[in-house]
Protein backbone atom coordinates (compact mmCIF):
# COMPACT_ATOMS: atom_id res chain seq x y z
CA UNK A 1 0.00 0.00 0.00
CA UNK A 2 2.66 2.40 0.81
CA UNK A 3 4.35 2.12 -2.61
CA UNK A 4 1.02 2.15 -4.27
CA UNK A 5 -0.12 5.59 -2.74
CA UNK A 6 3.61 6.99 -3.42
CA UNK A 7 2.97 6.25 -6.88
CA UNK A 8 -0.51 7.42 -6.98
CA UNK A 9 0.06 10.52 -5.05
CA UNK A 10 3.33 10.98 -7.40
CA UNK A 11 1.70 10.89 -10.68
CA UNK A 12 -1.32 13.67 -9.20
CA UNK A 13 1.23 16.13 -7.94
CA UNK A 14 3.23 15.69 -12.02
CA UNK A 15 -0.23 15.85 -13.54
CA UNK A 16 -2.25 18.53 -11.22
CA UNK A 17 -0.16 20.28 -9.06
CA UNK A 18 2.81 20.89 -10.96
CA UNK A 19 3.95 24.65 -11.26
CA UNK A 20 3.94 26.49 -14.66
CA UNK A 21 4.06 30.34 -16.00
CA UNK A 22 0.39 30.68 -14.75
CA UNK A 23 1.19 29.34 -11.62
CA UNK A 24 4.47 31.50 -11.22
CA UNK A 25 2.49 34.61 -11.71
CA UNK A 26 0.02 33.59 -9.13
CA UNK A 27 2.42 33.26 -6.17
CA UNK A 28 5.09 35.15 -7.23
CA UNK A 29 4.27 38.41 -5.11
CA UNK A 30 3.38 35.68 -1.98
CA UNK A 31 6.47 34.13 -1.78
CA UNK A 32 8.23 37.51 -2.34
CA UNK A 33 6.69 38.72 0.45
CA UNK A 34 6.78 35.91 2.59
CA UNK A 35 10.49 34.58 2.37
CA UNK A 36 11.97 37.43 0.29
CA UNK A 37 12.73 35.05 -2.58
CA UNK A 38 11.98 35.23 -6.13
CA UNK A 39 9.96 32.58 -7.22
CA UNK A 40 12.18 31.21 -10.35
CA UNK A 41 14.76 30.20 -7.37
CA UNK A 42 12.01 28.03 -5.75
CA UNK A 43 10.22 24.53 -6.50
CA UNK A 44 7.16 24.01 -4.91
CA UNK A 45 3.47 21.61 -5.64
CA UNK A 46 0.63 23.87 -5.47
CA UNK A 47 -3.05 23.23 -5.01
CA UNK A 48 -5.08 25.72 -7.24
CA UNK A 49 -8.89 25.14 -7.08
CA UNK A 50 -10.06 28.41 -8.34
CA UNK A 51 -7.77 29.21 -11.53
CA UNK A 52 -8.44 33.14 -13.42
CA UNK A 53 -9.76 32.48 -17.26
CA UNK A 54 -8.70 34.84 -20.11
CA UNK A 55 -11.01 37.26 -18.85
CA UNK A 56 -10.27 37.49 -14.98
CA UNK A 57 -12.80 35.58 -13.94
CA UNK A 58 -11.70 32.51 -11.26
CA UNK A 59 -13.54 28.91 -11.82
CA UNK A 60 -13.19 25.58 -9.97
CA UNK A 61 -10.76 23.21 -11.73
CA UNK A 62 -12.85 20.04 -11.96
CA UNK A 63 -9.22 18.33 -11.93
CA UNK A 64 -7.67 19.61 -9.05
CA UNK A 65 -10.83 18.73 -7.33
CA UNK A 66 -11.35 15.21 -8.34
CA UNK A 67 -7.51 14.58 -7.52
CA UNK A 68 -7.58 16.32 -4.26
CA UNK A 69 -11.07 13.32 -3.61
CA UNK A 70 -8.07 10.88 -4.59
CA UNK A 71 -6.12 12.71 -1.87
CA UNK A 72 -8.90 12.11 0.87
CA UNK A 73 -9.14 8.77 0.39
CA UNK A 74 -5.90 7.82 0.09
CA UNK A 75 -5.63 9.60 4.05
CA UNK A 76 -8.92 7.88 5.05
CA UNK A 77 -8.18 4.78 4.04
CA UNK A 78 -4.95 4.61 5.77
CA UNK A 79 -6.30 6.28 8.89
CA UNK A 80 -9.03 3.08 8.52
CA UNK A 81 -6.12 0.84 8.35
CA UNK A 82 -4.38 2.17 11.26
CA UNK A 83 -7.19 1.71 13.79
CA UNK A 84 -8.52 -1.63 12.13
CA UNK A 85 -5.33 -3.47 12.08
CA UNK A 86 -4.06 -1.58 15.54
CA UNK A 87 -7.54 -2.71 17.23
CA UNK A 88 -7.54 -6.34 15.57
CA UNK A 89 -4.00 -6.97 16.82
CA UNK A 90 -4.97 -6.07 20.83
CA UNK A 91 -8.22 -8.50 20.80
CA UNK A 92 -5.84 -11.17 19.13
CA UNK A 93 -3.35 -10.72 21.60
CA UNK A 94 -5.45 -10.51 24.52
CA UNK A 95 -7.56 -13.67 23.31
CA UNK A 96 -4.37 -15.43 23.50
CA UNK A 97 -3.59 -14.32 26.57
CA UNK A 98 -6.69 -15.30 27.52
CA UNK A 99 -7.09 -18.78 26.65
CA UNK A 100 -3.56 -19.35 28.54
CA UNK A 101 -3.42 -20.11 31.75
CA UNK A 102 0.24 -20.13 32.99
CA UNK A 103 0.43 -16.19 31.62
CA UNK A 104 2.43 -14.17 34.11
CA UNK A 105 1.33 -10.88 35.44
CA UNK A 106 4.46 -9.18 33.72
CA UNK A 107 3.49 -10.44 30.73
CA UNK A 108 0.22 -9.15 30.87
CA UNK A 109 1.29 -6.00 32.09
CA UNK A 110 3.79 -5.59 29.38
CA UNK A 111 0.88 -6.72 26.73
CA UNK A 112 -1.16 -3.80 28.16
CA UNK A 113 1.96 -1.03 27.81
CA UNK A 114 2.64 -1.98 24.01
CA UNK A 115 -1.36 -1.82 23.72
CA UNK A 116 -0.79 1.96 25.16
CA UNK A 117 2.11 3.18 23.06
CA UNK A 118 0.48 1.85 19.73
CA UNK A 119 -3.20 4.12 21.24
CA UNK A 120 -0.59 7.10 21.50
CA UNK A 121 1.31 6.05 18.37
CA UNK A 122 -1.91 6.29 16.57
CA UNK A 123 -2.83 9.28 17.92
CA UNK A 124 0.60 11.22 17.28
CA UNK A 125 0.55 11.31 13.69
CA UNK A 126 -3.57 11.97 13.83
CA UNK A 127 -2.84 15.40 15.33
CA UNK A 128 0.73 16.17 13.59
CA UNK A 129 -0.27 14.95 10.03
CA UNK A 130 -3.58 14.29 9.03
CA UNK A 131 -5.69 17.12 10.53
CA UNK A 132 -2.83 20.02 9.20
CA UNK A 133 -2.86 18.27 6.19
CA UNK A 134 -7.01 18.07 6.00
CA UNK A 135 -6.81 22.09 7.24
CA UNK A 136 -4.47 22.50 4.51
CA UNK A 137 -6.11 21.36 1.84
CA UNK A 138 -10.33 22.10 2.92
CA UNK A 139 -10.10 26.12 3.81
CA UNK A 140 -8.56 26.68 0.04
CA UNK A 141 -11.37 24.58 -1.29
CA UNK A 142 -13.88 26.96 0.01
CA UNK A 143 -11.92 30.22 -1.11
CA UNK A 144 -10.71 30.65 2.52
CA UNK A 145 -7.06 32.06 2.88
CA UNK A 146 -4.85 30.48 5.84
CA UNK A 147 -2.31 33.05 5.08
CA UNK A 148 1.27 31.40 6.48
CA UNK A 149 -0.31 29.38 9.01
CA UNK A 150 0.73 26.44 6.48
CA UNK A 151 4.51 27.17 7.81
CA UNK A 152 3.10 26.05 10.97
CA UNK A 153 1.69 22.83 9.79
CA UNK A 154 5.28 22.00 7.64
CA UNK A 155 6.94 22.04 10.75
CA UNK A 156 4.00 20.05 12.73
CA UNK A 157 4.61 17.33 9.90
CA UNK A 158 8.56 17.66 10.22
CA UNK A 159 8.33 16.96 13.62
CA UNK A 160 6.21 14.02 13.55
CA UNK A 161 9.62 11.91 12.86
CA UNK A 162 11.14 12.71 16.31
CA UNK A 163 7.99 12.46 18.53
CA UNK A 164 6.87 9.25 17.07
CA UNK A 165 9.43 6.88 19.11
CA UNK A 166 8.83 8.78 22.58
CA UNK A 167 5.28 6.83 23.56
CA UNK A 168 7.37 3.50 23.64
CA UNK A 169 10.41 5.11 25.36
CA UNK A 170 7.90 6.68 28.34
CA UNK A 171 5.03 4.33 28.47
CA UNK A 172 7.40 0.66 28.45
CA UNK A 173 8.00 0.58 31.81
CA UNK A 174 11.61 -1.13 31.28
CA UNK A 175 12.50 1.46 28.36
CA UNK A 176 11.16 4.23 30.93
CA UNK A 177 13.21 2.83 33.65
CA UNK A 178 16.19 3.60 31.18
CA UNK A 179 15.35 6.73 29.95
CA UNK A 180 15.12 7.90 33.57
CA UNK A 181 18.28 6.36 34.75
CA UNK A 182 20.46 7.68 31.86
CA UNK A 183 19.38 11.50 32.34
CA UNK A 184 19.62 11.32 35.92
CA UNK A 185 23.35 10.01 35.34
CA UNK A 186 23.47 13.44 33.17
CA UNK A 187 21.71 15.53 35.73
CA UNK A 188 23.56 14.09 38.36
CA UNK A 189 27.18 14.61 36.91
CA UNK A 190 26.72 16.98 33.85
CA UNK A 191 30.83 17.78 33.76
CA UNK A 192 31.65 13.80 33.88
CA UNK A 193 31.30 13.55 29.58
CA UNK A 194 33.28 16.65 29.54
CA UNK A 195 35.49 15.32 31.57
CA UNK A 196 36.17 12.30 29.95
CA UNK A 197 36.38 13.63 26.84
CA UNK A 198 38.94 16.40 28.14
CA UNK A 199 41.05 12.83 29.74
CA UNK A 200 41.17 11.51 26.36
CA UNK A 201 42.45 14.58 25.00
CA UNK A 202 44.85 14.95 27.57
CA UNK A 203 45.79 11.07 26.83
CA UNK A 204 46.36 11.25 23.48
CA UNK A 205 48.26 14.67 23.09
CA UNK A 206 50.36 13.00 25.93
CA UNK A 207 50.91 10.02 23.35
CA UNK A 208 51.43 11.94 20.99
CA UNK A 209 54.62 13.86 22.52
CA UNK A 210 56.07 10.47 23.72
CA UNK A 211 55.96 9.58 20.19
CA UNK A 212 57.14 12.90 19.07
CA UNK A 213 60.51 12.68 21.62
CA UNK A 214 61.11 8.75 21.08
CA UNK A 215 61.17 9.96 16.95
CA UNK A 216 63.89 12.53 18.51
CA UNK A 217 65.51 10.27 20.43
Not at 91 to 97: G, Q, T
Not at 137 to 156: N, R
Request: glycine letters at 2%; charged letters at 15%.
Amino acid sequence: MPILYGTWWSVLCYLYFHFDASTDDYMRRTIFDGYDTRIEDTSYIIVLFHPVDQYGNTYPDVAVFASIACMWFMILSSVFCVFFFGLKCYLKISEALSKTCNVSSVTKSLQQQLFQALVVQTIIPLILMYIPIAILFTFPMIAVDIGFASSFIAMTIAVYPAIDPLPNMFIIKNYRKAVFAFLATIFRNPCSSIRRAQCTQVELVSKSETAQNIGIL
